[in-house]
Structure formats: C-alpha cells, structure tokens
C-alpha cells in the first residue's frame, strides 16, 4: 500500500522565465543537465529517458523524507 502512494508521475516541460512566478519555495534536486535539456523534445526516446532520470530523482527524495512540503496537496 505504502509502495502504491509514493509512486511519482513526472514530466518534462520547456517554460518561459518570463511567466515564471517567483516564490519561497525551491528544491535543491540536481537533475543531469546532459540528460534534461532543450534538445530531448525532438526525440520522444529521449524524452522518456530524461523523465524517468527526473522521476527516480524525486521519488530517492521522497523516499528519504526531505522537503515532505514540496510532495503535499496544495491548500487553496
């Protein structure tokens, strides 16, 4: 059961800095810039590989137990 909930669905996305909202909040996971960059959406192979390296990232940090406010529920 416990293995279900901590199963991160993760993505990858080209954003603009310019409709980026700063914020408090950031988390120091270092992704491999040679894997998640600009190039990888031309290919979907690459694609898929750098979003199961940004998935097994997250999910190392979740299981640790650090930044447990970054993988809650947003409260509105």
């Known amino acids: 059961k416990i293995a279900k909930r901590s199963k991160i669905k993760s993505f ?4 603009n800095y310019n409709h980026l909202m700063p914020t408090r909040y950031s988390v120091d996971i270092p992704l491999d810039k040679t894997v998640v960059n600009k190039d990888v959406f031309r290919d979907p192979a690459l694609k898929r590989k750098a979003r199961r390296e940004a998935k097994v ?8 137990g650090k930044n447990k406010w970054f ?4 409260r509105f």
């Open 12 to 15: 990858v996305k080209v954003y």
């Open 57 to 64: 990232k997250f999910e190392e940090r979740y299981k640790t």
């Open 71 to 74: 993988f809650q529920k947003l």
